[in-house]
């Protein structure tokens, strides 16, 4: 695979209107591929024991889970260096631990603040690395990040470009308490940010008015695509085709499948005589989501372990222009974290 490279400019060699290349690394697969989602899980096989467990079941349910307040700066640098699945001229991708915030209040440690230490740690000198593109807090996977502005720019403009037409260029794979009620679709909503009791949260807007458009309320979509499913569970890829905060979390609870580990949404959820239906969500305010007794036992987990159970949505793909105008997206695959392995194996879940 050849990288196609524009002239150098401004002391950095920059991307041409296409990304030509991606060296394979020890955590990242690409491949070219059709952004075609139905294309993609069928040829897509789970990697089955890419996350070791040291030892029983419920001893270390949730090994390798980073808490930023647990940790000196120096220690994320180094948590953050030995993630780092690939790094190909400017570019630098890594998989993000869950947990981790991308930005936050100064002095807070984040991931754009220790990108300067970072950087030199990479050998990158004083080529600074900048967010192109990374999931929220909560959520685990792929980071691209670039040391060059200009390829960073041109990068943006893809992804802004790829949004407008529709064109999906993230993956995610999600665990959800409970079963969609058909094997794949799409999920439209209009959505809102509220601040309730000291939180933002996401609240559903029914038939929104041009009003409502114009003070920040936004028509979301979103596919998804069950892959498997067991013990009331299932494998899930998510495709979000709009950007908003939570969006995927508040799409899958309007689905009265909210994701496993959502302790903000999943309480809008609730089963009465085993149907389940939705509580208003400006009403209902975040707890700790409950799993019931069946499940806590195939998971292995005590009620107090489940109420930090970490959430299940994985960055998992991430789309990159081809090499040529008309090439398909290059596409590059993180692993999954060892606690979202282990969830799958307790369920018996994997790709078909």
Request: charged share 20%; aromatic share 4%.
């Amino acid at each position: 695979m050849r990288t196609v490279l524009a002239p150098e400019m401004g002391g950095c060699r920059v991307l041409g209107q296409v990304w030509g290349g991606w060296r394979r690394g020890p955590g990242v697969r690409a491949a070219r591929t059709a952004s075609s989602f139905g294309t993609e899980a069928r040829h897509q096989q789970q990697r089955r024991g890419s996350s070791k467990r040291s030892g029983p079941l419920d001893d270390q349910p949730f090994s390798g889970l980073l808490r930023p307040e647990n940790v000196s700066r120096e220690e994320l640098v180094d948590v953050l260096r030995a993630a780092v699945v690939d790094q190909k001229g400017p570019l630098v991708t890594l998989n993000k631990p869950q947990g981790l915030p991308v930005t936050g209040k100064p002095g807070e440690l984040t991931l754009l603040s220790v990108l300067p230490e970072l950087s030199q740690s990479l050998g990158l000198g004083e080529r600074e690395l900048q967010v192109v593109r990374a999931s929220e807090k909560e959520t685990s996977g792929l980071v691209l990040l670039s040391s060059c502005p200009q390829t960073a720019s041109r990068l943006q403009k893809f992804f802004t470009h790829s949004q407008r037409a529709r064109r999906p260029t993230v993956t995610y794979c999600a665990v959800t308490d409970g079963i969609p009620a058909t094997s794949e679709g799409k999920i439209q909503a209009a959505l809102k940010l509220e601040h309730i009791d000291g939180v933002n949260l996401v609240v559903p807007v029914k038939s929104p008015s041009r009003k409502d458009i114009l003070e920040g309320v936004k028509r979301t979509l979103s596919y998804f695509r069950v892959v498997a499913m067991g013990s009331g569970c299932a494998l899930v890829q998510l495709q979000p085709l709009t950007a908003f905060p939570s969006q995927l979390q508040a799409h899958m609870a309007l689905q009265l499948c909210p994701l496993l580990g959502d302790h903000m949404y999943s309480a809008r959820v609730a089963t009465v005589l085993g149907q389940r239906f939705l509580l208003p969500a400006e009403s209902t305010r975040p707890q700790r989501q409950v799993l019931d007794e069946a499940l806590l036992r195939r998971l292995h987990l005590t009620p107090s372990q489940a109420a930090q159970l970490p959430l299940h949505l994985h960055l998992h793909c991430l789309y990159l222009p081809g090499a040529r105008p008309r090439d398909p997206p290059i596409k590059l695959l993180a692993p999954l974290p060892s606690y979202f392995s282990r969830t799958l194996h307790c369920l018996g879940l994997h790709y078909q």
